[in-house]
């Protein structure tokens, strides 16, 4: 079972940037199709970003596309999420996760999921 841990999180105010780190445990990380997904309170799991075992292939949600990032570096085990010109409405709690099949924007699609970390934009 794959264990995930974010960071990166933090206070920040509009316009600002961040970068959010997902460290994986597993030797076969390189193997894993990977998901960056956010909560806000009160709010269902949305789909952020997604990256392909290689790093060839990446998406996005419609709301981040052109400002957001998602990258990986298989030596380190390790996905990032780039994010810049932040928004307010981008206050959340975001999460990486291993995709197990299907939808790749459904959060129903994705397991061992990090603790989360929190992203807060002030305006």
């Known amino acids: 079972q794959v264990q995930l841990v974010e960071s990166g999180g933090g206070l920040v105010q509009a316009g600002g940037s961040l970068r959010l780190s997902c460290v994986a445990s597993?030797?076969?990380?390189?193997?894993?199709?990977m998901g960056w997904f956010r909560q806000a309170p009160g709010k269902e799991r949305e789909f952020v970003a997604a990256?392909?075992?290689?790093?060839?292939?990446?998406y996005y949600s419609d709301s981040v596309k052109g400002r957001f990032t998602v990258s990986r570096d298989n030596a380190k085990n390790t996905v990032y999420l780039q994010m810049n010109s932040l928004k307010p409405e981008d206050t959340a709690r975001y999460y990486c996760?291993?995709?197990?099949?299907?939808?790749?924007?459904?959060?129903?699609?994705?397991?061992?999921w990090g603790q989360g970390t929190q992203v807060t934009v002030s305006s």
């Open positions: 597993a030797r076969t990380f390189s193997r894993y199709f």
């Open positions: 990256i392909s075992w290689g790093g060839g292939t990446t």
């Open positions: 996760a291993v995709h197990r099949g299907g939808d790749y924007e459904s959060p129903k699609s994705f397991g061992s």
